[in-house]
């Protein structure tokens, strides 16, 4: 199969997924505080909506056609316990020991920012906070790895080394992805190796990188909503993602505050 062209960006091209990405990590930022027994969801999606309006930019995920789903519905996904990723925000209220996985995404100067984080609900337990650490370590190994003149699967071997090491299992269904004018540009990212295409990183590459890690088995399954991922199995998954620009001098996180 002939893939389409990675599409690379010029430095004032790079200046404006910055900019759409630091509206996004404000957002996560202000979600930590927020994230607390007795909220619900849809209130995280009422902040993050006004959030991106007070920034003069438009929510990317609301009215997303993806395949033959009906249009997403909110600002931002919001993924709780067993649900994968994009979870609907609704009233359902989150209690403590839960954990909730929130994706934001964002159009600002023709750009799209996306990036994501799972947030622990007051006190979770050893095994949840074991979960979140080795999914965030996981995505920060793989920005390591995001090079100029590394391959492609340089990121996700790194992925799936550190999730597999700790005894859990990298979702499959879904993968990061480039970035750019849209939100969903080549190279397909998948979290684990020997897939698909493995081209050279070269500066000017933009990249979503999101790791979906399983506590248990890799399997998902879709909720009749049409949008929702849950376990299989019914144990707890996590995600995080940042979008990254390769630069001559490694990896930038855009999406970082
Ligand atoms: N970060 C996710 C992705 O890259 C979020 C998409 S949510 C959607 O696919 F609703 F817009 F699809
Ligand atoms: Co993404």
Not at 11 to 32: F, G, M, V, W, Y
Not at 219 to 232: G, P
């Amino acid at each position: 199969m002939k893939e389409n062209p990675i599409i690379l960006k010029t430095p004032s091209e790079i200046d404006c997924l910055r900019e759409a990405n630091q509206i996004i990590a404000a957002i996560l930022a202000r979600l930590a505080e927020t994230v607390e027994p007795g909220i619900t969801t849809g209130e995280l999606d009422k902040i993050a909506s006004s959030m991106i309006k007070a920034a003069g930019a438009k929510p990317a995920f609301k009215g997303y056609r993806m395949s033959n789903k009906r249009p997403y519905p909110a600002c931002i996904c919001s993924s709780v316990n067993e649900q994968v990723v994009h979870g609907i925000p609704s009233s359902r209220v989150l209690k403590e020991g839960d954990i909730v996985g929130v994706d934001v995404g964002v159009i600002y100067k023709g750009f799209v920012g996306d990036a994501a984080r799972t947030y622990a609900v007051g006190k979770i337990s050893d095994g949840a906070r074991r979960l979140l650490e080795v999914t965030e370590q996981s995505l920060y190994k793989a920005i390591d790895q995001a090079v100029p003149d590394a391959r492609l699967q340089q990121i996700s071997a790194a992925v799936q080394k550190h999730v597999e090491a700790s005894g859990y299992s990298i979702v499959r269904d879904f993968v990061g992805h480039g970035v750019g004018r849209n939100m969903h540009e080549p190279p397909q990212i998948p979290n684990y190796t020997g897939v698909g295409w493995n081209p050279r990183l070269q500066v000017g590459m933009t990249l979503a990188i999101e790791p979906m890690v399983n506590e248990g088995s890799w399997r998902i399954k879709m909720l009749s909503d049409e949008w929702t991922a849950v376990t299989a199995d019914g144990k707890l998954s996590a995600h995080f993602e940042h979008s990254i620009a390769i630069t001559e001098n490694g990896p930038e996180i855009l999406s970082k505050l």
